[in-house]
């Protein structure tokens, strides 16, 4: 792999990945919609045999309930072909490799980083370099699981190598390192010290932690949390900062967001809808690019500064 080229450069990434998936584009929405016109017809006869029975009412319900399901299916599994499709190509423009669902992403990461749960997926992971270091990112997402699971953590979380001289700590939002009662925060910070806070772009309070019995922080290493934690739109994009944890051989940053970042196409959607998904998509890939940038230029300032 080779460093990346700067986002915008060279032909437009978008008009790009649609001519190359615009055939498996119309392919996929053609079965789509041979799908659900045979999950409608079959539904339809369905009605027609159970409507006469004594408890009618009940199968009526249950078949409308499982060809509504089936129908939202259908929409789900043509949006993920129509991902599949375009993805790799945008990933390309940007230098990146694509792997859709990688299955050693979770092992790698920190366990006080972000809270495990018992239940994790990721999705759309990509890698490459960037001033000669290697990175990667993905969606990730984790649950209570069970039968009422709840979300603990949702948001993208990057990895960039480190120089290998910078020491460990742990920078997150202090919020999520509260627990109550017998819980403990989501993110781990016990057996650290508090060694510096500051209130980040976001407007929430930021803390540094280090290891206790460590040495002492290198000089300049609250002014890197602080450049950190400014960060702003232009890079975050509309996610947020929930914690970056360096272990000394590499950073891992996890961003906070509540929606999906490459949602691409569907059942519904024309091609002119698949463009401006693409666009969009392409627009918030340059996100984690610029972060890892931003990462690399505070570990410059930070050794520096030793």
């Known amino acids: 792999m080779t460093d990346l080229p700067a986002p915008g450069a060279g032909a437009d990434p978008s008009a790009q990945a649609l001519a190359d998936a615009l055939p498996e584009i119309r392919s996929t929405k053609t079965k789509g919609w041979a799908l659900c016109v045979m999950t ?10 159970v409507s006469g029975a004594e408890d009618g009412f009940q199968w009526v319900i249950m078949v409308l309930f499982i060809g509504a399901f089936a129908l939202a299916g259908i929409h789900g599994w043509v949006r993920r072909q129509h991902e599949r499709a375009v993805m790799p190509v945008i990933a390309r423009a940007f ?19 972000i809270p ?11 890698r490459g370099t960037v001033a000669g270091r290697s990175f990667r990112f993905a969606e990730c997402k984790t649950e209570t699981g069970g039968k009422n699971s709840s979300t603990l953590f949702q948001g993208l979380v990057l990895e960039v190598r480190a120089s290998g001289t910078v020491p460990e700590f742990i920078i997150a939002s202090e919020k999520e390192t509260k627990g109550f009662l017998f819980f403990k925060g989501k993110v781990q910070v016990e057996g650290m010290d508090l060694i510096h806070q500051s209130t980040g772009a976001d407007g929430q309070t930021y803390g540094l932690w280090s290891r206790s019995g460590a040495p002492r922080q290198m000089a300049g290493l609250g002014a890197f949390m602080d450049r950190i934690i400014a960060l702003g739109p232009r890079v975050l994009g509309s996610a947020t900062l929930y914690s970056l944890v360096s272990t000394g051989k590499n950073y891992f940053v996890s961003l906070r967001h509540k929606r999906d970042l490459y949602r691409i196409g569907g059942l519904l959607t024309d091609e002119a809808e698949v463009m401006s998904h693409i666009r969009m998509a392409a627009q918030e890939l340059g996100h984690p690019i610029a972060l890892a940038t931003e990462i690399l230029r505070a570990e410059e300032a930070l050794l520096a500064a030793k």
């Open 40 to 49: 409608v017809a079959v539904s339809a006869v369905a009605l027609i045999l």
């Open 116 to 126: 495990q749960g018992g239940r994790r997926s990721v999705d759309d992971m990509m």
């Open 95 to 113: 230098g990146l490799d694509y792997e859709k669902a990688p299955k050693d992403f979770y092992p790698t990461l920190p366990q006080n980083f």
